[in-house]
């Protein structure tokens, strides 16, 4: 079946620094990919999407690429501040097999320092 | 414009015993679906409902259960708590559930079974 593959963390980084998450996926099909983020205590929220092949996601200094060649997804962001520390969640939507379903990866959690 | 809210934001409960979540979605989402999160299994869905029918399911066993109101407004049961059963309850709500662009989810239910 489908699944989402993520680097695992946690990572920690000096604030600043450049921020690369993997992720990599097994779908059928053309499937909608996702970064979700997760604060302390919180629920998800939508970080950036891309519904098709070459789509670039943006959002809030952070952005994915769909990559159907090599099956990726990953996330990046040029320059990290305190306030990204978070659980980063890759997720996708399958082309088949119902709707309103998100398969996501384990997590990534990001610990930045100032 | 508010957001998705769960009730009760915290729950604990004795094994054996049931319990009830609530999910309220965001004024006009008709559809509602749900996420276990626990550390050893992350995010997992359990279903969704669109005008009151459930349209998908998860692979759960038959303890896990839901409805949707004509409201839209969802509630998910667990009878026979199992100490397995902790996890952040999560749900989503979506105007139709076939959007591509992403899903908003509720801050959780934080359910812990002693």
């Known amino acids: 079946g489908d699944s989402v593959t993520q680097m695992e963390g946690p990572v920690t980084l000096s604030e600043e620094a450049f921020l690369t998450i993997n992720c990599t996926y097994t779908?059928?099909?053309?499937?909608?990919l996702f970064w979700y983020v997760q604060y302390p205590g919180e629920g998800l929220q939508l970080l950036l999407k891309?519904?098709?092949?070459?789509d670039k996601g943006s959002n809030k200094g952070f952005e994915a690429t769909y990559r159907k060649e090599t099956t990726s997804f990953h996330l990046e962001k040029g320059s990290v501040q305190v306030s990204d520390s978070a659980v980063y969640f890759c997720?996708?939507?399958?082309?088949?097999?119902?709707?309103?379903?998100?398969?996501f990866g384990a997590g990534t959690r990001l610990a930045v320092h100032p | 414009k508010a957001g998705v809210t769960q009730t009760p934001r915290y729950l604990i409960k004795t094994r054996g015993q049931q319990v009830t979540l609530s999910c309220s979605p965001i004024?006009?989402?008709?559809?509602v679906s749900w996420y276990q999160q626990t550390p050893g299994q992350g995010l997992q869905f359990l279903f969704e409902?669109?005008?009151?029918?459930?349209?998908n399911k998860g692979n759960f066993p038959g303890r896990f259960s839901g409805r949707q109101f004509s409201n839209s407004r969802s509630e998910m049961n667990v009878s026979t708590l199992e100490l397995g059963d902790s996890a952040l309850y999560l749900c989503?709500?979506?105007?139709?559930?076939?959007?591509?662009?992403?899903?908003?989810f509720g801050s959780g239910t934080r359910l812990t079974v002693v």
């Open positions: 779908a059928t099909g053309y499937p909608s």
């Open positions: 989503a709500s979506s105007p139709t559930g076939r959007e591509n662009y992403g899903y908003t």
């Open positions: 409902y669109f005008s009151e029918t459930q349209r």
């Open positions: 004024s006009g989402h008709r559809s």
């Open positions: 997720a996708l939507r399958p082309v088949s097999g119902g709707y309103n379903k998100l398969i």
């Open positions: 891309a519904t098709k092949a070459d």
